[in-house]
Every structure is written in C-alpha cells, then in structure tokens.
C-alpha cells in the first residue's frame, strides 16, 4: 500500500516544500513586522514615563506651593482671630466708657441745677 502512495508523495513533496518556504517567508516578514511594532510600542511606553516623571516632578513642586499657601492661610486665620478678640475687647470698652460719660454728664447736669436752685435761693434771701 505504501508503494502506491509513494507517485503521490513525490508530487506533493514540491508542493509542500514550495509551500513551507513560502510560509517561512511570511513567517519572517511576520517577525519583523512585530519586532518593528514592539520598538514602536518600547518608544512610546518611554516617551510616555518620561511624561509620567514629568508631570510627577510638577506635582509635587505643586503639592510643596500648597503646602506654603495652605500654612500661610493658617498664620492669616489666627492673625485675623487675634485682630477679632482685640476688636471685640476694644468694642466692650468703647461700650463701658460711653455708659461712663453719659452717667458723668447726667452728674454734671444735676449738680448744674443744684447749683442753679442754691444760687436762686441764696438770692431771693
């Protein structure tokens, strides 16, 4: 039975091999096409970590600027606190010192009448 077969392997033993060379042309053409894609792709991965590192470098100089600023915030919110006690002690005081003119002229008004009243009585003597 193998003798039978073997004209037929002798004629498809070109065509195989005719075929495998293709194939392996293809194969290399394949290989080369994804070696050419894995440069592309090791380029753009190192473009794109050098943009990383980038915009990380700016973060931080960001995140250290806030930092300042949020400190500062803190030192102008307890100036400002300081400055309203001192305001608010300043206020009680201007309160307390018009209480005590008003009661110093209400004083004043009454001994000038008492004053009036004993000169007039003095006089009608």
Known sequence: MLFE????F??????ADKYLSSR???DGA???????????VRGDLQRSAEMHAGV???LKEQSAVVGEIAAEGLRVRLG????????????????LTLGLLASVVL??????????????????R
């Open 10 to 15: 002798t004629r498809l033993l070109p065509m």
């Open 30 to 40: 394949h290989a080369a096409a994804l070696a050419a894609l894995g440069e592309s």
């Open 56 to 58: 990380e470098r700016a």
């Open 5 to 8: 077969l073997l004209p037929h």
């Open 24 to 26: 392996s042309g293809e």
């Open 107 to 124: 004083l004043l008004g009454v001994a000038v009448v008492l004053l009036v009243v004993v000169l007039a009585h003095l006089a009608h």
């Open 80 to 95: 400002v606190e300081a400055i309203e006690g001192r305001f608010a002690l300043s206020e009680k005081m201007l309160r």
